[in-house]
């Protein structure tokens, strides 16, 4: 079935990343970073389309999984005109995930710094409405963080 908001080439790049790659989609005004790592690519569609359809690819592959991370500050908006906000917690919930939440200047230094070694994928909406952008940093599918702490754990008992 053809996909919507996310062209062929698209898919294709999301199937080749794998544990610490991001994946953000982003408002219209997010700045273009200029890491060695990150990619970006204006998509003609907004947040919560693009979220759902990135979504549908990461949860189908079976290789990786997304820890969610939002702008802090989205949860203290309280202004009527950034009621589209809520779009992304509405699909994230109706999926039964759930966002983590960091400061939205912090989020860029951590996606500035994981860029130094890992590809960030940055999907450029045309979303109008301050901090609505998801953060979707990947982690293995098959294998949680807990499987990874017992490993550790054995391994510095030897």
């Not at 898919?11 to 989609?25: C, F, S, V």
């Not at 590809?119 to 450029?124: A, Q, R, S, W």
Request: charged fraction near 25%; aromatic fraction near 6%; proline fraction near 4%.
């Amino acid at each position: 079935m053809p996909n919507p908001y996310l062209p062929e080439s698209l898919l294709a790049q999301i199937k080749l990343l794998g544990h610490r790659n991001w994946i953000l989609i982003t408002d219209a005004a997010y700045p273009v970073q200029i890491g060695p790592g990150i990619e970006t690519i204006a998509v003609d569609a907004e947040v919560g389309q693009v979220l759902s359809e990135v979504l549908d690819q990461t949860q189908s592959s079976g290789h990786i999984r997304p820890i969610i991370w939002r702008d802090a500050e989205s949860q203290d908006l309280q202004v009527k005109s950034t009621d589209g906000i809520r779009i992304p917690e509405e699909i994230l919930c109706n999926r039964g995930l759930e966002s983590k939440f960091d400061l939205h200047e912090s989020l860029i230094s951590t996606i500035d710094s994981a860029a130094k070694t890992f590809k960030v994928l940055v999907l450029k909406t045309n979303t109008k409405l301050a901090y609505s952008t998801v953060f979707l940093e990947l982690q293995c599918g098959y294998w949680t963080q807990d499987e990874e702490s017992r490993l550790r754990k054995t391994l510095n008992q030897k």
